[in-house]
Every structure is written in structure tokens, then in C-alpha cells.
């Protein structure tokens, strides 16, 4: 089992979309471990889209990342972070497949709802980025014994 973030962007939170967004990875099995709003500002953006400052679009995306608060979730399953790539879809929202958030709810690049983990480590960087220890909760629903088999519970 691991643990993954997601961030449900300003173009989520400014739509009205967190409480659809929020069901479909309730709907999936993923267990919500930590969810707060916060206001993001240019430091921790700076770190967290560091593989990005140098690109003609990273003003706007400042921009636009911090056009709102944002909500962001440690989300936990069985392979938590590519399952949760998964329902992202595709980076650009016109290209993302129907079906996905992004695919779903964007025509956009760079508003595209949502930020998820791309790897196991970068989850785990990403999550003290966001989360200090203490809002992060170590519990387990009942409905999991429905929701995986035994052997998947690790
Ligand atoms: P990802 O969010 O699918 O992991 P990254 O390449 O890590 O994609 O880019 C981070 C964010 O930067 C994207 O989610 C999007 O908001 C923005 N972005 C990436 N590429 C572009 C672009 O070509 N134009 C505008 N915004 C972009
Ligand atoms: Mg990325």
C-alpha cells in the first residue's frame, strides 16, 4: 500500500468541482488519509514545479496555481500513485481520454483540475511538501475487506 498527493487545483476549486472530484477516488478505493485548503504562494511553487521555472508558460502557471486556495489530499491504496495517474489521464485536458478528471473536466494545458504524483518517490517528497506528519491519519475504513483481497493489503 502507498500513499500518494493530490492537489485539486484553483481551476477545480473556482468550477465547483471538488466534491465530484473527491468521489471519484472515493468511488475508486482510495482511502482519504489527509485533505485541507491552503493558499499555495510562489516558494513552494517554485520547489514543487522546479522541473519547470525555466519554461515560457511557468509565469502563468504561478499564476494560475495561485489563483485560489487549493485542496490537497494524501490519497492511500494498493499502488496508490499510478492508479491515481491513471484516472488524471493526460497532462493537456484536450488530450486527456474521457473517462479521466482531466479528461473529463478540461480543455486546457494548464488548466487542467489537477495535480497528482508521477512517482513512488516523488509522492513521498511531494506529501511532507504539503502535509506536516500530524495531518496525515494512519486508519483503516471497514469496507476495505471488500475492496481488495488479502494479498493486495500490502
Ligand atoms: P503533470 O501535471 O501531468 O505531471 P507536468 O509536465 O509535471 O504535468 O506539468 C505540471 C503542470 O504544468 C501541468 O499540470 C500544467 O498545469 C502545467 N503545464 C505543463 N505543460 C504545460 C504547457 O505546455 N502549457 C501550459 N501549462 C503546462
Ligand atoms: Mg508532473
Redesign the pocket.
Known sequence: METTLVIL?PSAVLHGYVGQIVQRFQQKGLVIRGMKMMQLGEPILREH?A??TD?P??P??LK??MASPVIVMALWGNDAVNVV?MM?G???GRKAQPGTI?GDFSV?????I???S?SADNAEIELKRFFSPDEIFDYQPSWLKYTYEPAEMK
Do not use: I, P, W
Open positions: 487545483k514545479y522541473h519547470l519554461r508558460f511557468f502563468d502557471l494560475s496555481m495517474r488524471t493526460a497532462t493537456n482531466r486546457s494545458g494548464q488548466e487542467n489537477v495535480h497528482a508521477d
